[in-house]
Structures are given as C-alpha cells and as structure tokens.
C-alpha cells in the first residue's frame, strides 16, 4: 500500500486515534517464563513516542489479546502514562487518557475500534491509525486509514501497511511512527511537553 511522500502526509494529517497492539509492538514478542510474573521489557523511546503523540491531541488505545496475569505489564504502562503531569486529571486541560481494552484479539480487535470510533465521532477509514504485527492484527488494519507496523512484523502483516517502522516492536517502532506523524504535521517535537 505504498503512498507517495504528499499523499500519506494528508493521510497522516487527518489521524486522530491511535490504536495500539502491546505484545510486539510496545513489547517485544517475547516473554521471560520461569518467575512468578510473565516480565516483558519496553524502551522509553516508546513512551516518549506516546506522549508526543498525545501532545499534538492524537488518542491513543491500546487493543490487546492479553488478560489477566498476562496484561499486567501493559496495565501498568497505561497507568504509568496516565499519571504523568500533562494527563487529565491532573491537568484540567491535559492529554486525553491512554485507554486500554484486554481480552481482544482478530475480528475482537475491530469491533472494539468500531465502538470506539462511533463513540467518538471518529471514522477509522479517515481518522485512525493501528500499529500491529500478527495475523491477528490484519483486520483492524484492513480497516484503518493508516496500518503500522513494527520492522519485525510478520511479512505478511508488513505487506498490507502503509508505514514500516525501522525500528522493533518493544526497542522504537511507536517512536519512529511519531516522529513520523510529527513530520507530517510540522511539528518541532522540541516544542512539545515531554510528560
């Protein structure tokens, strides 16, 4: 689904929700087995990339397959990305909170992005963006604006998104994919709140 440069700058223009696997792309796919806790490990590169979307007023949520014990990693990043001192409620006038719906995965995945969407007044086709990287993720992708992908995906998975980021899922792929939207817009990320 290549764009040349001006066409995907007017697509990248109009996003306005940023829905978000976690395994694979916030995370690495990988987890540690053995202890009491299934531990999974980010960069801050990633939740820089977060904020710097929620600063420029993108939404951000994240759709997950994971539950229980498996999303607690993901839960508490989300908690972590709400409390910081430009998100509401902290701030009257701050960042839309960082949502996150567990338990979701394939047709799952975009149904929730649907009610989500209409909820909002939002349409996916003009207004949305996923980043994915499994089968699982394809049809929230099929129906998106604008389908990301960590450079790991899977080639299947790469071949139907429009953006590729360089960088891994857990090690950079949502901060590649802001820095992408910030110059799109015009945004100089200097001029933004970090937290």
Not at 50 to 60: D, F, N, Q, T
Not at 149 to 166: L, S, Y
Request: aromatic fraction near 8%; hydrophobic fraction near 40%.
């Amino acid at each position: 689904m290549p764009y040349s440069g001006h066409a995907l700058r007017e697509i990248v223009r109009g996003i306005r929700v940023f829905f978000c696997d976690s395994d694979g792309v916030l995370f690495p796919n990988t987890v540690l087995m053995g202890g009491p806790h299934k531990a999974k490990r980010r960069s801050y590169y990633d939740g820089q990339g977060v904020s710097l979307l929620r600063a420029i007023g993108i939404r951000v949520v994240f759709i997950t397959n994971s539950s229980g014990d498996s999303a607690a990693a993901i839960r508490e990043t989300v908690e972590k990305f709400n409390s910081l001192p430009s998100s509401k409620p902290q701030k009257a006038d701050g960042w839309e909170p960082v949502l996150l719906h567990e338990g979701h995965n394939g047709p799952m995945k975009l149904r929730i992005a649907e009610e989500y969407a209409a909820k909002h007044g939002f349409s996916l086709e003009t207004d949305a963006a996923f980043m994915g990287d499994d089968l699982v993720d394809a049809p929230l992708l099929s129906a998106v604006a604008l389908p990301a992908a960590p450079a790991q995906a899977e080639k299947a998975i790469r071949d139907i998104c429009t953006f590729v980021a360089g960088r891994e899922g857990g090690a950079g792929a949502i901060r590649d994919f802001a820095n992408m939207v910030l110059e799109a817009h015009g945004v100089d990320p200097f001029s933004l709140p970090t937290s």
